[in-house]
């Protein structure tokens, strides 16, 4: 607390009369930039899912605006920053349950990731700036979250490239996912047939038949098959992937 390190070395001398000022402006730099982190690629996010939810847009444009002026000692701006990822984090939440469950789409997970850990640095970062806490763990922090993101990232793009595409089977009726839309809304199909999808975007979609629990995922850029499990038959299909909804059709199966 008392203790003026080098990791708060500013390009201007901090004020020698305020340690704890010096210990704010720390922190609220780290905070600044993980909010900016966070909505930046919130926003690329929700684009990418082809929704964007008004809250969400809403805030990360007043942050947008405002984060110029988010600068100095001011030990308040630590809470505004900290409430301001809160509610950005809360807005996004129906996508980033959905993007962290699904370790396979990679191009989506590391964008939560990264999303996911900004808004924990900024709420945190933003807490110890208004609180003034000793700076000395700001650097700290900041690798420990740097650290976390390449580790998943990493992580998950083993795990998208484990996963193969599959070939389509004889008598697959064949099905193209592009620009978060089916390529056919009507595909009929033999009861001893299957279906086979090529998803040809950077998100991960899924074949759902939600009135009959059936249903499989297509990893981003992988394609996938099934064989039909359901009777004779009109059924209707959709994407179960949030902010997907326009992806419906219906599916004939003969017998
Ligand atoms: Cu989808």
């Known amino acids: 607390m008392h203790d003026m390190?080098?990791?708060?070395?500013?390009?201007?001398?901090?004020d020698v009369s305020s340690t704890r000022a010096a210990a704010t402006?720390?922190?609220l730099k780290l905070a600044r930039a993980a909010a900016i982190t966070m909505v930046v690629w919130s926003l690329m996010l929700q684009l990418m899912a082809g929704q964007m939810i008004p809250p969400v847009l809403f805030v990360g444009a007043v942050f947008l605006g405002f984060s110029p002026f988010l600068v100095g000692e001011r030990r308040r701006l630590g809470l505004v920053l900290a409430v301001t990822a809160l509610v950005l984090m809360a807005g996004n939440a129906p996508f980033l349950i959905d993007d962290l469950s699904?370790?396979?789409?990679?191009p989506t997970f590391i964008l939560g990731l990264l999303s996911f850990l900004a808004g924990l640095t900024a709420i945190s970062s933003g807490i110890a700036g208004w609180r003034a806490l000793d700076p000395g763990a700001v650097g700290r922090v900041a690798v420990g979250a740097g650290s976390l993101?390449?580790?998943g990232a990493v992580l998950s793009l083993i795990a998208a490239n484990a996963s193969d595409s599959q070939p389509p089977?004889?008598?697959d009726v064949e099905l193209v996912a592009s620009g978060v839309?089916?390529?056919?809304?009507?595909?009929?199909v033999d009861a001893s047939g299957g279906i086979w999808v090529d998803n040809r975007d950077g998100i991960r979609h899924t074949f759902t038949v939600e009135s009959e629990g059936f249903e499989f995922e297509i990893p981003a850029f992988k394609s996938r098959r099934s064989d039909i499990e359901l009777e004779p038959g009109t059924y209707g299909f959709v994407c179960a992937v949030p902010g997907h909804e326009s992806m419906t059709g219906t599916l004939l199966v003969s017998g």
């Open 102 to 106: 699904n370790p396979e789409s990679s």
């Open 169 to 171: 089977a004889r008598g």
């Open 5 to 14: 390190n080098t990791t708060i070395n500013e390009e201007t001398e901090p």
């Open 25 to 27: 402006t720390g922190w």
């Open 149 to 151: 993101f390449v580790v």
């Open 181 to 188: 839309q089916w390529s056919d809304d009507a595909i009929e």
